[in-house]
Every structure is written in structure tokens, then in C-alpha cells.
């Protein structure tokens, strides 16, 4: 595989407290948008990022952004 899984074509808008989360890169995960290891087997790996206070964030979930894990709106060309 070497393209992700487009798993939605619109951000997932979450408010997530301080700690460090995994983001699925591959889009195999059904726990969407973080790993669960459905990319074992594969040349994707998560992507670890640390959140440092309370925020609401907009996680891509088609894989196709240019600042992963965030939106940067990718989808709209897909």
C-alpha cells in the first residue's frame, strides 16, 4: 500500500486535552483519526504529536494534508 485510505473527505473537529495522541497515516485504523495498528505489514507508521493544553483541533481524515496531522483543507481536491 502505498497510498493512505481516504476515510472522509471533511476534518474530524475535536477538543483534546494535553498529552501525547497517534494519528493514523494510513487510514486502516476503525479508530479513527488515531492508530490502532492496522498499518502493521505496511511502509506507513502513526504519526505521534503532543498537544499541549486544552484545544479544539481539526484532524485530517483523508490523509492528504501538507501539515499532518491538522487540516489544511487537502480534502477540497481530492
Do not use: R
Amino acid at each position: 500500500m502505498s497510498e493512505p485510505k481516504i476515510v472522509d473527505k471533511k476534518p474530524v473537529v475535536l477538543d483534546l486535552e494535553p498529552k501525547t495522541y497517534y494519528w493514523c497515516t494510513c487510514g486502516e485504523s476503525t479508530n479513527q483519526p488515531y492508530c490502532n495498528g492496522a498499518h502493521k505489514g505496511t511502509d506507513f507508521t502513526p504519526l505521534a504529536f503532543e498537544i499541549t493544553e486544552t484545544k479544539k483541533v481539526a484532524l485530517c481524515l483523508c490523509k492528504h494534508t501538507g501539515n499532518a496531522p491538522f487540516c489544511d483543507g487537502a480534502h477540497t481536491k481530492l
